[in-house]
């Protein structure tokens, strides 16, 4: 077969961008409400400023590349297929657990699968690196911020300690005699992290060519701004230690945040281009290698059962999630009856500990009087959760908004709490009062303590057939610095005494009267 010229593989470009475009359009309708999340994302929060920068970037990647347009013919392949039901099973997954960050992995994954389909293998590889820096258009990270609270905290007291000046910490809040401060997300320099890693992966394509250089500047994109923000936060306690706490908290909100991160990737940049090795017109492919020069001639037509394929498998996916919806009308009749001999007296009015769930089916609220002192118990109950209805999402928690703060949490596994699996406990301050806390979730039919798992529950009986129904459940007692032991041993003697949680739920029957829930 005779080589293609340069024309030829120009006009097969044409017609694939022609495909491309088509699939596009499907990708857009489908999913058009996750595109819109996505960009309001960029757009309201941030820490996620940075990603309105990432398409214009990934254009520029393409057209350093410009080359492979007149070298790489495209060539559809049935592999992308694979990828694009990956993604929009990831979709589906993050759909049904209404997890933004699953739902929008599984649409980077999905549109680059159509891509793949589309275009080739060859073209993908040549384009390998646009094609994974996509993953910098979903805004994750919020994972690590506690982790980022943590490390921020710990070297704030180090620092603090080397300096002989006295500090006292508890969880993420820090007191030195010029005042309080609380190492708070905003705080946990997530936006300097995230913005900077997607910069150093950059760097590491444009400006380096061996994988030993581009890992470490990668590894140096994300030491350098945690250990930068350590030093950023330390410095505004150090500014109230030694000028006043009013100088400390303007300098910071006003002024100080922006410019620090300009400093940050001063110095980060700084760093990385010591031991820069891309020339100035070195390219990113070899050419000349064998695998590269192998074209095939595809007619317009040949394009078409591909973009079809993509394009059904692509709508398909809003239409599955729209089927599975259908099952909530299943569980419409649910109702929990808690039993209020073993739980107490309903205080759900009058509590001045009161967690917030919305769109809770039913919460309810109980005290029981002991002598060890009293003992509530707090269950919020779903009946199937959406968009409207989610369990575990923001804003929704234990800590009640305004009144209580948190100081304190840990996991506390199944020799303490007395039950089959571990708890959440957190510990929780308004004014001079302390409430210990534990709480756990109820999900299709299993207990967790991970809202991670929790939400993979949810996402697999809404996807396999299980239950619908979800609970939290919380106990908590009032709790000073010298009884948490025994307050730990009260909750975990009333948490083995409530009743099993499917015996509490009413359900129709086939004949359409309610009947008691089942063992």
Known sequence: MAEMNELEIRQQWRNAGMAVAAVMVVVMVAFFGTIKTLVLTWWDKPEYNYALLIIPVIIYLVYERREIFWKIAPKPSW????????GGAGWVMGDVADANVIRQFGLVILIQGC?????????VLALLFPFFY?????????????????????????????????????GVYISIPAGNFEVAEACAGLRFLVATVALGTLMANVAYKTAGRQIIVVILSFIVPVIANGFRATGIILIAHWWGLKYATGVDHIIFGWIFFAFVLLIFISISMTFTNRGLHDGYINFAKKYWLNNSR????????????????????????????QRYQAFEHYTLSPETRILGQDISKQANWKPYYGGASQTFQFRKQQAAGAVDTFIAYYKYQNNDSEMIRFG???VPAKIWEQVGSRKINPALSGLDFPVNEVILQSGIQRRLVWYWYWV????????????????????????????????????????????????????????????????????????????
């Open 134 to 170: 996509m993953i910098f258009l979903i805004p994750f990270g919020d994972f690590l911020v506690t982790a980022l609270q943590d490390f921020t905290t710990d070297f704030i007291v180090t620092i603090l300690h080397l300096m002989n000046i006295p500090v006292y910490v508890e």
């Open 298 to 325: 595809i007619t317009p037509a040949k394009f078409i059962p591909f973009v079809i394929i993509a394009a059904v498998l692509t709508g398909i996916v809003p239409v599955y999630v729209s089927v599975i919806e």
């Open 396 to 398: 929704n928690g234990v």
């Open 115 to 123: 891509l793949l389909t589309i275009l080739g293998r060859r073209v």
């Open 79 to 86: 592999l992308g297929l694979v990828l694009l039901l990956a």
């Open 444 to 519: 299709d039919g299993r207990f967790s303590s991970s809202k991670y798992e929790a939400k993979l529950l949810g996402a697999k009986a809404e996807l396999f057939g299980g239950r619908l129904d979800s609970a939290v459940i919380a106990v908590s007692a009032l709790v000073d610095r010298n009884n948490i032991k025994q307050k730990r041993k009260q909750l975990a003697k009333l948490a083995a005494s409530l009743p099993r949680f499917k015996t509490m739920i009413s359900q129709p029957d086939q004949g359409g009267k309610i009947r008691a829930g089942v063992h």
